[in-house]
């Protein structure tokens, strides 16, 4: 059945407002941060639990395809419609942006009670007055929904955990005959009452139930914050650096971010601060944060100090927190403007780390002596941007993108038992991967679970494994 078609009895669902038709009105849902955008039958911009219900009950009764969106800030195409897949096929965008509203922020409990399209900076601003913080840095304002949805993790994960570890409880309408209200709200740090649907929701992509509610634990803001960028000796002498820290300024220790001389330069290109001066672009840089109650700096001199008399550091220099963030946060952007960029979020177990490096760009040149690997990201996580920019603006042939995608995911799955998937989601282009990598058992028990959140299959984006 055609969308379009519905169109009108959705209209009289959630008003005017809440479904949009215009082509020129759609494009902000629909274009992905990378690749071709996709067609949408609309977008529908419920603002209520009521209307999610209201939408999945007519989504199940015309067979409506509901693609769930956030901000759309996501880097894995999961949050907009398939290209190419249009007529009949074309989904709904649902955005959940409408819904966003002034947090309620518990400062006695430390937790925030959070609608699902507020961003994170909308929270966090308000978390700030109480002096909490939700403490995930990404290089983007996403809503609070769709971190839930995607579990992100950011440049401050190996101190402060992922999006799982700060979700108290989630509230979701799901897609089975009545078009239920899973209500897991509380704010209860304690209550452990057998499986929690809550921990399934987290990282299903929206292909499990549209999230409209979430309960975050918040951390305490840091009276003191100190960042510093590095030059380390080698890549091993990184890691080391990395262990001595967590070792003895292990309650300090709040990033520590390894950026390649390729996605350095493209930041700076871009016109981000140069750490060491516009001539000076190392092999690795880190940069490293400290925060705590007592003067970080004094803290984080002092660690930097010992780590150059032990050689494990050529210069190290003392950024105001701002400056320092905004060359780390220019990567991807930068690198946009470098070529055609492909992008893989991988992991691999921290001492891999060096080697995993070493052994991707040889397997990269060998098929494309053009393309960088400009790799930077969470080495305190095991976690690595490693983006291969095939310069100039020329789409590059699907053979050579899937060869390169290959080596890229081969080396850190196949060749250091890592994950093809770090910190942003699965989305539809790694499909395959899912399908490679996860156990069969685990894939069946995923699929039961689809078929009782969403029997007739009308959640989530196509493409996904388990949409
Ligand atoms: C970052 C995004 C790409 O870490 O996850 O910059
Ligand atoms: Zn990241």
């Given at each position: 059945m055609h969308p379009g078609e519905h169109l009108e009895e959705l209209e009289e669902l959630l008003g005017p407002a809440g479904v949009l038709t215009v082509?020129?009105?759609l ?13 949408a039958a609309a977008v529908a911009r419920p603002r209520s639990?009521d209307e999610v219900r209201d939408l999945v009950r007519w989504a199940r009764r015309h067979r409506v395809r509901l693609l ?20 009949s096929?074309a989904p709904v965008v649902v955005s959940?942006?409408r ?74 309408v799901?897609a089975?005959d009545d078009a ?30 549209i ?245 007739l299959?009308v959640l ?8």
């Amino acid at each position: 059945m055609h969308p379009g078609e519905h169109l009108e009895e959705l209209e009289e669902l959630l008003g005017p407002a809440g479904v949009l038709t215009v082509p020129s009105d759609l494009v902000r849902f629909t274009e992905p941060y990378r690749g071709a955008p996709g067609p949408a039958a609309a977008v529908a911009r419920p603002r209520s639990v009521d209307e999610v219900r209201d939408l999945v009950r007519w989504a199940r009764r015309h067979r409506v395809r509901l693609l769930p969106q956030g901000a759309n800030s996501g880097l894995v195409g999961a949050s907009t419609p398939p290209a190419g897949a249009g007529g009949s096929g074309a989904p709904v965008v649902v955005s959940l942006e409408r819904t966003a509203g002034d947090p309620l922020i518990d400062p006695i409990d430390r937790t925030a009670t959070v609608t699902a399209g507020t961003r994170l900076s909308t929270l966090n601003e308000k978390a700030a007055r109480h002096g909490l913080v939700l403490p995930i840095d990404l290089c983007a304002d996403p809503s609070i929904g769709g971190m839930v949805a995607t579990n992100t993790g950011g440049a401050r994960m190996l101190r402060h955990g992922d999006m799982r570890r700060h979700v108290l409880g989630v509230r979701a309408v799901i897609a089975d005959d009545d078009a239920s209200v899973i209500d897991e709200l509380s704010t209860l740090r304690k209550h452990n009452v057998g499986p929690a649907l809550t921990q399934l929701l987290v990282g299903s992509s929206g292909a499990l139930g549209i999230i409209t509610d979430v309960v975050v634990d918040l951390g305490r803001l840091p009276d003191s914050r100190s960042c510093a960028w590095v030059i380390p000796t080698n890549a091993d002498s990184a890691l080391e650096m990395l262990l001595h820290l967590e070792r003895r300024h292990g309650e300090w220790l709040e990033a520590f971010e390894v950026v390649s001389a390729e996605a350095l330069r493209s930041a700076v290109a871009h016109g981000a601060p140069a750490p060491f001066g516009p001539e000076v672009v190392p092999e690795l840089s880190v940069l490293i944060e400290f925060a705590g109650d007592a003067p970080a700096e004094d803290r984080l001199v002092s660690a930097l100090g010992h780590l150059a008399s032990q050689g494990l550091l050529t210069e190290a220099l003392v950024v105001p927190a701002d400056t320092a963030w905004a060359t780390r946060h220019a990567i991807t952007e930068g690198l946009r403007g470098t070529g055609t960029v492909l992008g893989f979020d991988v992991s691999v177990p921290r001492p891999a780390l060096p080697a995993f490096r070493e052994r991707v760009r040889l397997a990269v040149a060998a098929i494309d002596p053009d393309a960088l690997v400009a790799d930077f990201g969470h080495w305190g996580d095991g976690g690595i941007h490693c983006n291969v920019v095939v310069p100039g603006m020329a789409t590059i042939t699907p053979d050579r993108s899937a060869a390169l995608r290959e080596v890229v995911l081969g080396t850190a799955v196949d060749g250091f038992g890592g994950s093809f998937s770090a910190e942003h989601g699965v989305g539809p282009g790694n499909a395959d991967w899912w399908y490679r990598t996860v156990p069969a058992p685990v894939q069946r028990t995923i699929n039961s679970l689809k078929r009782t959140f969403d029997p007739l299959g009308v959640l989530g984006h196509p493409g996904l494994p388990f949409g």
